[in-house]
């Protein structure tokens, strides 16, 4: 079955204590991505990635580091957690571009279940 | 600097009744629009995809429509049932490879 996982789905910690949230997907996607959805301020990406060892930052990557050293798997680096990370973390991937039918083409994103982070 | 708006922020209706959620934009150099489902606690699922050079899309009960001209999506919902009940989002990619999000429309439909 075609799919995201990310691991830990639940996770509470402590300030300052590092954590790595796993990500990983069996379509063999170029283009995977984090986001944080934060009530009232919707879905924002952190970090991206084009391919393997290619990454670069999104609208909030401040406090987030990533790693792409294979294909399938994109971590999500917390080096010193701060409350203000508290949030519901996602990730994603896609064909950096799928060919249509109809000529064309196009770019989907395969969301992961989600990790529910609070840093206390 | 690309800004999606969804309305309503929330609604809340009887089974039965067609719904049309919008998403209006401001940067009309889009790639593509896509609209999610997301149920609580979960991750979100695409519904539909538009192309910036297609008008709309269809699957089963949902149609979503683009208009960039005037800067907006909607996404119609036929013959609502309980099982909709989600918060719905659209997202568009421009020019880089950040989409942009709406916060979001909360459906509730009440048997």
């Known amino acids: 079955e075609a799919q995201v996982t990310q691991n830990p789905r639940y996770l509470i910690t402590v300030t300052g204590k590092k954590l790595t949230v796993t990500c990983s997907q069996n379509?063999?996607?170029?283009?995977m991505s984090w986001y944080r959805q934060d009530p009232g301020l919707g879905l924002r990406q952190i970090y991206y990635s084009m391919n393997v060892e290619v990454t670069d930052k999104g609208d909030v990557p401040e406090g987030y580091k990533v790693s792409r050293k294979e294909k399938r798997n994109f971590p999500l680096i917390l080096e010193s957690p701060s409350p203000n990370q508290t949030s519901l973390y996602f990730c994603?991937?896609?064909?950096?571009?799928?060919?249509?039918?109809?000529?064309?083409?196009?770019?989907?994103?395969?969301f992961g279940p989600g990790t529910r982070l609070t840093v206390t | 600097k690309q800004e999606v708006t969804q309305i309503p922020a929330a609604l809340s209706v009887p089974e039965g009744e067609n719904l049309v959620l919008n998403c209006s934009f401001t940067?009309?150099?889009?790639?593509?629009l896509q609209w999610f489902r997301q149920d609580p606690g979960k991750g979100l699922t695409s519904l539909l995809l538009i192309q910036s050079s297609q008008r709309e899309q269809t699957s089963g009960r949902l149609n979503a429509s683009l208009d960039k001209s005037s800067g907006r999506s909607t996404l119609y919902i036929a013959a609502s049932q309980p099982g909709d009940s989600a918060t719905y989002l659209c997202?568009?990619?421009?020019?880089?490879?950040?989409?942009?999000f709406g916060r979001g429309t909360s459906l509730i439909v009440h048997p």
């Open positions: 940067d009309s150099a889009i790639y593509n």
């Open positions: 379509m063999n996607h170029e283009y």
């Open positions: 997202a568009l990619r421009g020019g880089s490879y950040i989409p942009t």
């Open positions: 994603a991937s896609s064909l950096y571009s799928q060919a249509l039918p109809s000529g064309g083409s196009t770019w989907v994103q395969y």
